[in-house]
């Protein structure tokens, strides 16, 4: 249940951070259910794969390249899923950020309700 949990949060996060990014385009809630799919996907296989690769670049810049990491990852997503749509790197960059911090948010509030229990 609570992968289902995350898969519908990450979800609604992929539709939220399309909406604030003119640069991002999901055609229709289905299109963001397969983005956070493919995402997640991606995110467990690909990017450890990635970070190995890259983990001199990755200690270098102190972690900030594993923002460009993240960028190639839905750039990749966004080939991938068609209605799914990223304008160039920069709009990749700036959907890895935002959508980071719309998860932590949602993340943040699912911790709190869990804790009322």
Known sequence: MNILLRWLLTTISVLI???LLPGVHVDSFYT????ALALGILNAFLKPVLILF???AVLFTLGLF???INTLIILLTDKMVDG???DGFWWALAFSVVLWAVNAIFTGVKK????KK
Do not use: D, G
């Not at 963001?32 to 983005?35: D, L, M, Q, T």
């Not at 709190?112 to 804790?115: F, L, M």
């Open 32 to 35: 963001a259910v397969i983005v």
């Open 17 to 19: 951070t399309a909406y």
């Open 66 to 68: 594993l923002l460009v």
């Open 112 to 115: 709190r309700a869990e804790e």
């Open 84 to 86: 799914f749509e990223v």
């Open 54 to 56: 890259a983990l001199p």
